[in-house]
């Protein structure tokens, strides 16, 4: 398990965030973060798939009004929102996954909201694929 455990850190892009003031802005920033950007093709990848599986509406939508389908849609689908804690979650090593659910609940807030923002930020990235 130790050798699963040093694979997922060494997978881990490196980021530069400014010093977390507690221990869960800490998890949020050292492990949730980088595992998004490691994951954030993947993320795009589920999304597109979802929203032409959903008739293909979000893609009719202004930009603004995209934002909001794109939180409705995490919020609200719970199979769509647990596939993507899926995508997440299981590079979580062991010890992460101690304190995940020691503070599951406001981590579950927290990374909800961190997908929220990384799919917002980039609803460009999400289009029909061309055939």
């Given at each position: 398990m130790e050798n699963r455990n040093k694979l997922l850190l060494d997978l881990r892009?490196?980021?530069?965030?400014?010093k977390a003031s507690g221990t869960i802005e800490q998890f949020q920033n050292e492990t949730f973060r980088p595992i998004l950007k490691f994951q954030n093709n993947l993320l795009i990848a589920?999304?597109?798939?979802?929203?032409?599986?959903?008739k293909k509406v979000y893609f009719q939508l202004s930009a603004l009004k995209q934002a909001d389908y794109i939180e409705q849609q995490v919020i609200?689908?719970?199979?769509f929102k647990n596939l993507l804690?899926?995508?997440?979650?299981?590079?979580?090593?062991?010890e992460e996954l101690n304190f995940?659910?020691?503070?599951?609940?406001?981590?579950?807030?927290?990374?909800?909201s961190l997908i929220i923002q990384r799919l917002q930020d980039q609803a460009n990235l999400i289009s029909l694929p061309t055939t």
């Open positions: 892009p490196a980021l530069s965030l400014a589920f999304c597109q798939h979802q929203f032409i599986k959903r609200k689908d719970k199979n804690f899926g995508v997440i979650l299981g590079h979580l090593t062991e995940y659910q020691e503070y599951e609940s406001e981590l579950r807030k927290r990374l909800t």
